[in-house]
């Protein structure tokens, strides 16, 4: 079946402008999760959502990060006024409720000039 | 922030030997499980370790978890150079449903 998908799978931009990512979770799965990768490091947990309650953003790094997930299927992270800090690969996961193991997409390389 | 630590960074080996991995962590937790990335983009999950298990196998995957010295080890055996990725532990800390990466281990392996 599908998995996880992403796009655009690579995004440049220029300083202060504001991007859209986008996730479409494996079908059923009802928790999405956003992770930032910098480059050589680890993942950086953003954002959680699990069905309809209120999503954990206790990660989100400052209030230019938002995401979004409509009909409990597909989610949009927003970056606006974009810095080059923002550099970095987006990652989205998705998994069934209450499992442990999370399906990644490939990711979306966001560049910012 | 809980990120785990893994140890060593960088590992490079020949085919046929085995690579072994390690990864700390601060706090309590549920399980740890342990992914692979290729070329910096998706993660594929490998295997899961419930904090009530010591060892767990998978193929030519061997991971052992000691939850009094906070540490988890991540054993690949005859290694093959199709191997050769990115790895990452990741903990999913008591009472929460997210999980926290650590810095991950390149691992190169040739042949």
């Known amino acids: 079946g599908a998995g996880v998908s992403q796009s655009p799978s690579n995004k440049v931009t220029e300083k202060g402008k504001d991007v859209e990512l986008r996730c479409d979770p494996i079908?059923?799965?009802?928790?999405l999760y956003w992770y930032r990768q910098s480059l050589g490091q680890g993942l950086e947990f953003l954002i959680y959502?699990?069905?309809?309650?209120?999503?954990?953003k206790s990660g989100l790094p400052s209030d230019r990060f938002s995401a979004e997930r409509t009909g409990g299927s597909v989610s949009t992270l927003t970056i606006q006024r974009t810095q080059q800090e923002d550099s970095a690969v987006y990652l989205c996961?998705?998994?069934?409720?209450?499992?442990?193991?999370?399906?990644f997409g490939p990711g979306t390389r966001l560049t910012v000039l | 922030s809980q990120q785990g630590e893994e140890d060593p960074q960088a590992l490079s080996i020949q085919e046929g030997e085995n690579a072994t991995m390690n990864c700390s962590y601060k706090?309590?937790?549920?399980?740890l499980q342990w992914y692979r990335q290729n070329s910096g983009r998706g993660l594929v999950h490998l295997i899961l370790i419930r904090s009530n298990e010591r060892e767990k196998h998978s193929g030519r995957l061997r991971v052992t978890l000691d939850t009094s010295k906070k540490s988890s080890s991540l054993l690949i055996t005859a290694s093959r150079a199709a191997d050769t990725a990115s790895y990452f532990c990741a903990f999913m800390n008591s009472g929460y449903s997210t999980l926290t990466f650590g810095k991950g281990t390149m691992l190169l392996v040739s042949p």
């Open positions: 706090t309590s937790i549920n399980n």
């Open positions: 996961a998705s998994s069934l409720r209450g499992a442990n193991e999370q399906f």
């Open positions: 959502f699990q069905g309809n309650s209120a999503p954990d």
């Open positions: 079908s059923g799965h009802t928790a």
